[in-house]
């Protein structure tokens, strides 16, 4: 198995990411947006191992946004705060029945300061800043029932500043997923020691961006969900979105039959037994 913690998030945010999607052609997306009863119908519970996939970097008209959110099962969007299309694309994704996640920036050890975007947790903040930012982060993006890391080697392996993180989340009743690009993340035993579930990425999807390796990475993640019982695993939107989108559908077509696709939510409350309660706008 590929581990997921040698592999850094990348950045979503920056100039080129920005200059490359007004390059892009707007093909019309081939697949159409497929009726909803049968996300709803795969989410039913049932014995068969559970994959929780989930989409990063969502926010900033990212390449390969309608391909993710026209996928044929149910995902999990998450979605960077305070850009152009934060808040159109947590509704979007709400309105596809897929659960929103605020993918809050977080101090990385290393990578340039603007790969983070705005509202970022940096370690020298003090308590009441960082408390200040997630709670704008929270507000900023709708239909959020809970948060992951957006970079975050840093900070994820800082107990003051994730205490604070995992004390709004329990505030609110939300859940913290770990992306794991720390493998000395402290956000686990934290999240244990609060009463909150562990729960943390596996396998990234794209940390080569052709479809054929995604697609590769997607049997990982099948073999893993039928030898744990479950797999979560993260993909971007981004440069390479269309391509990461491509492998993922498909990994779908081929998997179908064996695993069940679900939302984290569904994950978290099957897994963890643990019943999030967000309050919605
Ligand atoms: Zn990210």
Redesign the pocket.
């Known amino acids: 198995m590929v581990s997921p913690l040698s592999v850094m998030?990348?950045?979503?945010y920056g100039g080129n990411a920005i200059n490359v999607y007004s390059q892009r052609t707007d093909a019309p997306v081939t697949h159409s947006i497929e009726d909803n009863t049968a996300i709803r119908r795969q989410t039913k519970g049932s014995e068969r191992s559970r994959v929780a996939i989930i989409i990063?970097?969502f926010g900033n008209k990212m390449r390969g946004t309608d391909e993710m959110l026209s996928l044929p099962v149910k995902i999990t969007v998450?979605v960077?705060p305070f850009l152009p299309t934060s808040v159109s694309d947590a509704r979007r994704a709400h309105e596809r029945g897929f659960d929103v996640l605020l993918?809050l920036?977080m101090e990385p050890r290393h990578g340039k300061p603007e790969w983070l975007g705005p509202g970022a947790v940096l370690a020298k903040m003090s308590d009441e800043e960082i408390r200040q930012r997630v709670e704008a982060a929270l507000d900023n993006i709708p239909y959020a029932i809970g948060i992951n890391?957006?970079?975050g080697s840093r900070v994820t392996g800082d107990e003051r500043v994730m205490g604070i993180v995992l004390n709004v989340c329990k505030e609110r009743g939300l859940f913290f997923v770990d992306?794991k690009t720390n493998y000395r993340s402290v956000v686990g035993k934290i999240a244990q020691e609060k009463g909150l579930p562990r729960v943390e990425n596996h396998i990234f999807l794209d940390d080569l961006h052709t479809s054929s390796h995604v697609l590769k990475q997607m049997r990982l993640v099948q073999e893993h969900a039928l030898e744990q019982h479950y797999c979560i695993t993260i993909g971007?939107v981004g440069l390479q979105g269309k391509e990461t989108a491509a492998g993922i559908r498909s990994g779908i077509a081929e998997m179908r039959n064996s695993v069940e696709f679900v939302g984290i939510s569904d994950l978290v409350k099957e897994e963890w037994k643990w019943n999030p309660g967000p309050k919605f706008p």
Request: avoid cysteine; proline fraction near 13%; hydrophobic fraction near 35%.
């Open positions: 998030a990348k950045p979503a990063d970097d998450a960077m993918h920036p890391n957006h970079m992306s971007h």
